[in-house]
């Protein structure tokens, strides 16, 4: 069974860094890919980025192009995604999802129904 635990939200201030971290506390198998997602109170939610399973191919949305990296670590199940330059509009609840087909490998997973695994969500809040 597949747990998805998000963590390392918190209140920054603008122009600060934050890594989030997902664990995958309930996954034996081989890993899946993963995309993390970003959520506003009445708004869907926004593609940030996604990895493979292996690492291979990571791509991010244009919310925050040049700001985040996505990386992972297969040994202790987790993905991480480090922001920088963090503004006030990243403000969000921040998601990670798990795909087991790996759409990333067809240039898929852009998309939240794509993702059959998700977390609770960690919230980010940037403000002075």
């Known amino acids: 069974q597949v747990q998805l635990v998000e963590s390392g939200g918190g209140l920054v201030q603008p122009g600060d860094s934050l890594t989030l971290s997902c664990v995958d506390s309930?996954?034996?198998?081989?890993?899946?890919?993963v995309g993390w997602f970003r959520q506003t109170p009445g708004r869907e939610r926004q593609f940030v980025a996604q990895i493979s399973w292996n690492g291979a191919v990571a791509r991010v949305g244009d919310s925050m192009r040049g700001r985040v990296t996505i990386s992972r670590d297969n040994a202790k199940n987790t993905v991480y995604l480090q922001m920088n330059s963090l503004k006030p509009e990243d403000t969000a609840v921040y998601y990670c999802a798990a795909d087991p087909a790996h759409k990333i490998d067809y240039g898929l997973g852009y998309e939240e129904t794509e993702y059959a695994y998700w977390g609770q969500g960690t919230q980010v809040t940037v403000s002075s």
């Open positions: 309930g996954h034996t198998r081989s890993p899946y890919a």
